[in-house]
């Protein structure tokens, strides 16, 4: 089971829409595919479809990592109607916000690795939606993490955000996660024809070589749209759609490769 944690350092760079299109790329290609969704405001949850009432979810597991309770908060995404395959939830919680402290303890840093370890031979990947801050509920995903994708967007402080990202990840696996290795830099919300984008892509490239991520994702409404309507971006129809989705099937390349995770289609 390879667990890839999704970050940004601030709000609104797409990182949930991120999350949401890997998800839906994972679920197109076949892998067994958990969606843990540790940001408060749960919205990966509701753009899967899924119905919260009478689960237990995120905080609960964080409360107490146990079998029963982990199991009672996954639930299967509404997806799964679109087609047959695994592609589960780990519910999301507002309350989960009380375990965003700046200072966590150990234990409490290791409650998600605790929690994934009961179920790691259910799933191919795990796709975790984190807080959109470096305090604790991120530091538990992470330490949980294979590999973090760090989300930007070609704007002013996007280079400042990716290097702190960057030097944060490398502070977790020296001092918590030895196995711990970011996967890049996904750049997200690229308008194509924008200079100032290309400037600000260049300045990413220019400072983090390969660790700046093929392709860059542009801004399209068929995303946003997909995800109000609770569904997966690769059943949406439209071709601006179907080239978005194409582009997360290449960065669902890049995950397979550097987790080792056998491709469904070629072992069928």
Known sequence: MHVLSVSSLKGGVGKTTVTLGLASAAFARGLRTLVVDLDPQSDVSTGMDIQPAGKLNIADVLTSPKEKIVRQAITQSGWAKAHPGTIDVLIGSPSAINFDGPHPSVKDVWKLEEALALIESEYDLVLVDCAPSLNALTRTAWAASDRVAVVTEPGLF??????????????????????????????????PQSIEHQFRIKELRDMFGPLVLEPQLPERTSLQQAQGAAKPLHVWPGESAQELAADFDVLLDRIMRSGRIPDPREQA
């Open 158 to 191: 996007s280079v400042a955000a990716a290097d702190r990202a960057l030097r944060a990840i490398e502070e977790i696996r020296r001092g918590l996660s030895p196995r711990l290795q970011p996967l890049g830099i996904v750049v997200n919300r690229v308008r």
